[in-house]
């Protein structure tokens, strides 16, 4: 269950997937910031479900950046495996081997196939074959040739045929750099059709290099923050325990702000509260 703020910005990227989807508006990033505890997870747990209420999500990956290991080299290797999971692999097999049937690719979307395609399997089989053997992440993570890089390029050219839903959770545990180029290259394709979801803090350094970068080049106006009352005080906090659990009288729900610092707190008071 939501808040009203929260189900606002749920909506929101709803639309952002609706729009992809149904649209042809082709990739972008969208940036949900609010302080720490606003419910930022929260919405980011629910999305796919709200996705799911009207259309199936072709190819889902979810991040958390709390999960990941310090550092550039550490955390390469592990984005690339959360991007090319075994749905995203089965459909880059699926979509090389139909381009190798027809001969010259056909989807409307050649440059992007031969960018992001060709070799995509090889370079898949390659990348695994390094993470079964402990083989050492790339000299420069963050480059454009490095994993998290080139496994963004596969998944943005398999959604040419499968939407692809990415999900970041606490964007801002990314190194900086190696998170911008993994983003950018998950969006910077016309052809492809990815929605990158992020959840950043009100002064993340990872929202400002995106927004700053996307005013020109390959993502200009594919990088968006999600509109979010960021507020968290007392008089929200009141509010928001009013919605999550009308059963209160005035005087529980200022109890119950004033025992709360966050809108989490509420949330997981509520989650745990007994079933009537």
């Given at each position: 269950?939501?808040?009203?703020?929260?189900?606002?910005?749920?909506?929101?990227?709803?639309?952002?997937?609706?729009?992809?989807?149904?649209?042809?508006?082709?990739?972008?990033?969208?940036?949900?910031?609010?302080?720490?505890?606003?419910?930022?997870?929260?919405?980011?747990?629910?999305?796919?479900?709200?996705?799911?209420?009207?259309?199936?999500?072709?190819?889902?990956?979810?991040?958390?950046?709390?999960?990941?290991?310090?550092?550039?080299?550490?955390?390469?290797?592990?984005?690339?495996?959360?991007?090319?999971?075994?749905?995203?692999?089965?459909?880059?097999?699926?979509?090389?081997?139909?381009?190798?049937?027809?001969?010259?690719?056909?989807?409307?979307?050649?440059?992007?196939?031969?960018?992001?395609?060709?070799?995509?399997?090889?370079?898949?089989?390659?990348?695994?074959?390094?993470?079964?053997?402990?083989?050492?992440?790339?000299?420069?993570?963050?480059?454009?040739?490095?994993?998290?890089?080139?496994?963004?390029?596969?998944?943005?050219?398999?959604?040419?045929?499968?939407?692809?839903?990415?999900?970041?959770?606490?964007?801002?545990?990314?190194?900086?750099?190696?998170?911008?180029?993994?983003?950018?290259?998950?969006?910077?394709?016309?052809?492809?059709?990815?929605?990158?979801?992020?959840?950043?803090?009100?002064?993340?350094?990872?929202?400002?290099?995106?927004?700053?970068?996307?005013?020109?080049?390959?993502?200009?106006?594919?990088?968006?923050?999600?509109?979010?009352?960021?507020?968290?005080?007392?008089?929200?906090?009141?509010?928001?325990?009013?919605?999550?659990?009308?059963?209160?009288?005035?005087?529980?729900?200022?109890?119950?702000?004033?025992?709360?610092?966050?809108?989490?707190?509420?949330?997981?008071?509520?989650?745990?509260e007994p079933r009537p």
């Amino acid at each position: 269950m939501l808040g009203e703020r929260q189900e606002a910005a749920a909506t929101e990227l709803a639309q952002w997937w609706d729009g992809l989807r149904l649209g042809g508006i082709g990739s972008h990033a969208v940036l949900l910031a609010g302080p720490a505890g606003w419910g930022r997870s929260t919405v980011l747990d629910q999305l796919p479900e709200i996705i799911r209420a009207d259309a199936p999500i072709g190819l889902e990956v979810r991040i958390n950046g709390r999960s990941l290991p310090e550092g550039p080299g550490q955390q390469a290797p592990v984005l690339r495996d959360r991007l090319l999971g075994a749905e995203v692999r089965r459909q880059a097999a699926a979509l090389l081997c139909r381009s190798r049937l027809r001969g010259a690719p056909r989807l409307g979307a050649g440059s992007l196939l031969l960018t992001g395609m060709a070799g995509a399997i090889s370079l898949l089989r390659a990348g695994l074959a390094a993470a079964a053997a402990g083989g050492v992440a790339d000299d420069c993570p963050a480059s454009e040739n490095g994993a998290a890089a080139r496994a963004a390029r596969i998944v943005a050219a398999v959604s040419a045929s499968a939407p692809a839903l990415v999900v970041i959770d606490d964007a801002d545990y990314l190194e900086p750099g190696l998170a911008v180029t993994m983003i950018e290259n998950l969006i910077d394709h016309h052809d492809s059709q990815v929605l990158v979801v992020a959840a950043v803090d009100l002064g993340s350094d990872l929202a400002a290099a995106l927004t700053s970068r996307a005013q020109y080049g390959p993502t200009a106006g594919r990088v968006h923050r999600a509109n979010a009352d960021p507020r968290m005080g007392y008089q929200s906090r009141a509010e928001l325990a009013g919605e999550l659990r009308p059963h209160l009288t005035a005087a529980q729900v200022q109890q119950v702000a004033r025992q709360t610092r966050t809108f989490a707190e509420i949330f997981a008071a509520t989650k745990s509260e007994p079933r009537p």
